[in-house]
């Protein structure tokens, strides 16, 4: 498979993958009509809509969306719309579960449920798929809108997560940064010291065939030359493709710094769950929440 650099190259293998089937949760508001329309528009995906059937039509009317092309269940109130978007990616009806105008606490409470959700036993996580201008490849940073503070062995099933994605995007042997603020490991910075552990859990084969480097501070992750000045040997400095970040913060603040700062384009998505689920940001411009359409379809068995 060739490797998908950009988010034109995304788009095209979501496309050439076929439609797939999306149910939506409570689609009330402006910017999930607007990514519905895209994936309407695009012929990306077959829309399913969960929730109050009068307030559905209201906002597919005002984003002139014709509702003939979408198809609607009706249900009596918001959690009712959740569990039977849910259900429906549960019993293989829907392959894809997106977001609109509920809470993500809800909606990932239901999702993760064990006994009826889509969980696969394993840790959730979110992750950002993002193309950074003058980058010859997309970056994958995670987890920075999910999981708080992860410990050693949560890291590793977010590293598996993210790894499964990048090998989706046809990258043969991801290359996973772990983010720090040293490059030394230092017993009062756990982040080194996770960092760690988790390139030794990498050497002993735990994440597949994916390299693990770290700890290393950003400038050595995203430069090569910044990381043999200070004397760094590593195949991953300068050559990142995943960028795991020791909490949400560090994440979080990545992801948008570059998004506002360098004007990034990024897709978001949950992953380690039995079908890929889609939480469109509000702040997101249209190209980024069509990416993270792109995105859902490709991971979409």
């Known amino acids: 498979m060739t490797q998908i650099r950009n988010f034109d190259m995304l788009m095209e293998a979501a496309r050439a993958k076929g439609q797939k089937r999306i149910a939506v949760a409570a689609p009330y ?5 607007g990514a ?35 198809s609607l269940v009706d249900t009596p109130d918001t959690q009712s719309a959740i569990f039977q978007a849910v259900q429906s990616v549960r019993n293989g009806e829907n392959q894809i579960l997106m977001k609109g105008a509920v809470q993500t606490g809800a909606l990932l409470k239901a999702s993760l449920d064990r006994t009826t959700g889509i969980s696969l036993g394993r840790l959730a996580s979110h992750l950002m798929v993002i193309e950074i201008p003058g980058y010859d490849r997309l970056i994958i940073s995670t987890d920075g809108g999910l ?23 046809g990258v043969e042997q991801p290359k996973v940064a772990c983010i720090a ?14 960092a760690a552990m988790l390139s030794k859990m990498a050497d002993r084969g735990v994440f597949g065939n994916a390299l693990v480097d770290g700890p290393l501070a950003m400038d050595n992750i995203l430069s090569a030359a910044a ?4 004397g760094i040997r590593s195949a991953v400095a300068g050559h990142a493709d995943i960028l795991l970040s020791p909490s949400i913060e560090v994440g ?24 890929p689920i889609i939480l469109p940001s509000r702040s997101s411009d249209p190209k980024s929440k069509y990416a993270s359409l792109a995105l859902g379809v490709l991971l979409a068995k």
């Open 252 to 275: 979080n603040v990545f992801s948008k710094t570059l998004s506002y700062v360098v004007h990034t384009l990024s897709a978001g998505i949950v992953a380690g769950t039995a079908a």
């Open 36 to 70: 519905i329309k895209d994936a309407i528009d695009s012929g990306l995906a077959q829309l399913q809509l969960f929730g109050n059937k009068d307030k559905i039509l209201a906002a597919l009317e005002q984003a002139k969306v014709d509702a003939a092309a979408v």
């Open 181 to 194: 603020a040293v490059e030394m490991v230092n017993p009062k910075m756990p982040a080194t010291m996770d």
């Open 29 to 33: 508001d402006k910017g999930t009509v």
């Open 147 to 169: 999981n708080i503070a992860p410990n050693l062995m949560e890291k590793a099933d977010i590293i598996r997560n993210a790894v499964d994605v990048a090998r989706a995007l």
């Open 227 to 230: 990381a043999e000045k200070k």
